[in-house]
């Protein structure tokens, strides 16, 4: 069965330093990964996702992403974080449901504080 | 904008009463979803539907039941509320094929079940 794994619930960052969010994968086959974003209250958004092609992935706001193969992971990086970068982070990998349809499966997240 | 709509933002509902959450996309998605996210345990699949009519079990059904008469509506159905179901639900749709599009979300409902 296909899982991700957020090892970290919460991250913690200065303002202008350079942050990760670490993200681990485990699946049969090649890996669909995304990342999404979860303000306040919100629903989730999308940042960005690796299909296939180049292992640094660019997406939103300045993120970006590494895809390792080697170490099966998916970490979220930004060179500069901003206070309002503070939010929660969630991981996802593609899976096949046995009706053919495709849903995500999502780690459990991790906080990141922006400290000002 | 394209978007999915969840009818409700914040929900207080007592315990036993049947409970309609309902959410609305205008992208012409094949698929939508029901999840519920609960702090340490992420986002957790209750139902989704790939077409009109047509339901399957996420991982977490018990206590819950769905509805899609037409396309862009999905409603999730609390048949008797407990406070164990008090949690954010977020509702998602993706377009049919293989999955490289991901989610879009809506702002999800907080359901509070006293």
């Known amino acids: 069965a296909q899982s991700v794994a957020q090892p970290e619930d919460q991250v913690n960052v200065a303002e202008g330093n350079p942050l990760t969010v670490k993200c681990t994968y485990s699946?049969?086959?090649?890996?669909?990964l995304f990342w999404y974003v979860q303000y306040p209250n919100r629903g989730l958004q999308f940042l960005l996702k690796?299909?296939?092609?180049?292992?640094l992935v660019k997406g939103s706001y300045g993120f970006e992403a590494e895809f390792n193969k080697s170490q099966t992971s998916f970490h979220l990086k930004k060179p500069s974080a901003l206070v309002s970068d503070s939010a929660l982070y969630f991981c996802a990998v593609r899976d096949i449901h046995h009706s053919g349809t495709y849903k995500y499966i999502f780690g459990t997240g991790t906080r990141l504080k922006v400290l000002a | 904008d394209v978007k999915v709509t969840q009818s409700s933002r914040y929900l207080v509902k007592r315990t036993g009463e049947k409970v309609f959450l309902e959410c609305v996309q205008d992208?012409?998605?094949?698929?939508m979803f029901w999840y519920r996210q609960d702090p340490g345990l992420g986002l957790r699949l209750i139902y989704f539907s790939y077409d009109v009519k047509m339901k399957e079990k996420g991982d977490i059904p018990e206590g819950y039941s769905v509805s899609r008469e037409k396309k862009e509506r999905f409603s999730l159905i609390l048949e008797s509320a407990s406070t164990n179901q008090t949690s954010m639900y977020l509702c998602?749709?993706?377009?049919?094929?293989?999955?490289?599009?991901?989610?879009?979300f809506g702002s999800g409902t907080r359901l509070t079940v006293v």
């Open positions: 998602a749709s993706s377009l049919a094929g293989q999955g490289v599009d991901g989610y879009t």
């Open positions: 699946v049969s086959g090649n890996p669909y």
């Open positions: 690796y299909i296939t092609g180049d292992n």
């Open positions: 992208m012409d998605h094949e698929n």
